[in-house]
């Protein structure tokens, strides 16, 4: 009896994907992978690039050794694992609406002339509770 041969799992491909190259403009973010995909996804799916500057958009970074994105002036990190897989950020509202406080103060420190202290660090930094989401009820 002839053997039948496997399609490579899908999840083992996921893990092992490396990014060597993005671009990123205002409607959608591509990855380039080193075994030759490509893949888009829609910016809507991560508010944080959304709502950010063209200019904040392209200073990112590839992390994890092709794992993953870091964009250090949006303090965004998305995974190579997660794009493959379709997953958009799960980011809840009261979370967001922190994030959007703490970068609009690091936006008016650099307009100064300033250099923000690192994200969740320094005088500017957003209380732990504003990013917490209660969408469920369950917070206090």
């Known amino acids: ?3 039948r041969k496997r399609a490579p799992d899908t999840a083992d491909r996921h893990e092992t994907a490396r990014i060597v190259d993005a671009e990123v403009n205002k409607d959608e973010l591509t990855v380039h992978l080193e075994d030759g995909r490509t893949v888009t996804t829609p910016l809507e799916w991560y508010p944080r ?5 063209s200019h904040e958009r392209q200073q990112f970074e590839v ?36 994030w959007k406080e703490a970068l609009k ?13 690192p994200w969740g660090t320094g005088k500017y930094r957003v209380p732990y509770d504003a990013f917490l989401d209660d969408t469920d009820g369950t917070s206090q």
């Open 49 to 53: 690039l959304a709502f950010a500057t």
């Open 105 to 117: 103060e690091r936006r008016r420190l650099r307009n100064q002339g300033e250099e923000p202290p």
């Open 63 to 98: 992390a994890g050794r092709g794992r993953g994105l870091h964009w250090p002036l949006l303090d965004e990190d998305l995974s190579v694992k997660g794009m493959l897989s379709g997953t958009p950020s799960a980011e809840g509202a009261r979370s967001l609406k922190g």
């Open 1 to 3: 009896m002839p053997t």
